[in-house]
Nanobody, 124 residues
């Protein structure tokens, strides 16, 4: 059974930073690209960032490029999302996901396993 557990969410002021973590159990992590999605109230879940199995290739939504950084530690079965210069529009539940393959993955259907989500609220 694959489990993905996110942590690191919370309340932060505009311009602040947060670092999300996603700990994975099972064999999936060592075979999968990993990604982060987010869902704001009343909106569809949207792609935020993804990283290939090797860690050498990363992909970002235009709305977070230059502000967010995805990384992974394969020895710890953990993927991270460093979020800087946060804006109120970044407020959402953030979900970690494991892809069906180890290469490029950005679409919702590219991902087979999902975490329970962690709330990020950007507000003064």
């Amino acid at each position: 059974q694959v489990q993905l557990v996110e942590s690191g969410g919370g309340l932060v002021q505009p311009g602040g930073s947060l670092r999300l973590s996603c700990a994975a159990s099972g064999r999936t992590f060592v075979n999968s690209a990993m990604g982060w999605f987010r869902q704001a109230p009343g909106k569809e879940r949207e792609f935020v960032a993804a990283i290939a199995l090797s860690g050498r290739s990363t992909y970002y939504a235009d709305s977070v490029k230059g502000r967010f950084t995805i990384s992974r530690d394969n020895a710890k079965n953990t993927v991270y999302l460093q979020m800087n210069s946060l804006e109120p529009e970044d407020t959402a539940v953030y979900y970690c996901a494991a892809a069906r393959s180890g290469s490029r993955a950005m679409a919702y259907d590219d991902f087979a396993y999902w975490g329970q989500g962690t709330q990020v609220t950007v507000s003064s």
